[in-house]
């Protein structure tokens, strides 16, 4: 990896030719060590990569997106997943069907595959960055799961209960995913990590959301 800045860097020859997507993800990598995520502009990322700042957009919304890239592509996995799950555990409990799907998409990360942006933070200066932009990622995928479970046990999308599970099993997930990224060279594959912290949860879980108990108002 380069130790230079971008200027008067210019685009590096001999950079492998792989896809504009990848090119921008490990211009930005390298930039984010070299001179913090702050101090990296779209417009260095893209000159580093050897494409335009146009190219950028048609794959990344924003700077930040970056830091989620290979977290986007699983999560982009998981309706399927999910529709999966509720189809094949359709006379066991939801919480059975959303813990096979979270955990189908926590086995595709190992040893060898660990986003950078969760083990190089505090070097790239992105802790800020991640936490802010998690946000809308946690809630859209929180709505995701509680709409799936709310039509598996015919409750209402807006149900408390539904959106109560949702929310605490993705941060299980998300803790997990963080104590998993910061065990270094050993930590493994991320499923048992998640596993262990997701199934206590939906197990918690089970007996009320077959019974569909709600608070009363």
């Not at 997106?65 to 309706?79: F, K, N, Q, T, Y």
């Not at 986003?115 to 990622?137: D, F, I, K, V």
């Not at 946690?138 to 109560?164: K, M, P, W, Y």
Request: hydrophobic share 45%; glycine share 8%.
């Amino acid at each position: 990896m380069s130790s230079t800045g971008v200027a008067g860097a210019g685009h590096r020859v001999g950079r492998p030719r792989g896809s504009s997507r990848q090119m921008l993800q490990e211009a930005a990598s390298e930039l984010f060590l070299e001179q913090t995520y702050a101090r990296t502009t779209i417009e260095q990322i893209a000159h580093r990569a050897g494409v335009s700042r146009n190219t950028f957009f048609n794959y990344f919304q924003t700077k930040s997106d970056l830091l989620w890239a290979e977290i986007d592509e699983s999560l982009g996995r998981l309706p399927q997943a999910l529709e999966s799950g509720i189809r094949v555990y359709a006379e066991r409990s939801a919480t059975d069907a959303v813990r096979v799907a979270i955990l189908s998409i926590a086995a595709e990360f190992g040893p060898a595959r660990v986003p950078w942006a969760l083990t190089q933070h505090e070097l790239m200066g992105t802790s800020g960055e991640l936490a802010a932009s998690a946000l809308s990622r946690f809630n859209d995928q929180a709505h995701l799961i509680c709409t799936g479970v709310a039509d598996r046990i015919g409750a209402e999308a807006d149900s408390v209960l539904c959106r109560s599970f949702a929310t605490a099993v993705l941060a299980a997930a998300a803790s997990a995913t963080i104590s998993w990224a910061g065990a270094g060279v050993n930590r493994g594959n991320l499923a048992p990590w998640v596993d262990a912290a997701i199934t206590p949860l939906c197990d918690g879980y089970r007996a009320a959301l077959a019974t569909g108990f709600e608070p009363a108002v």
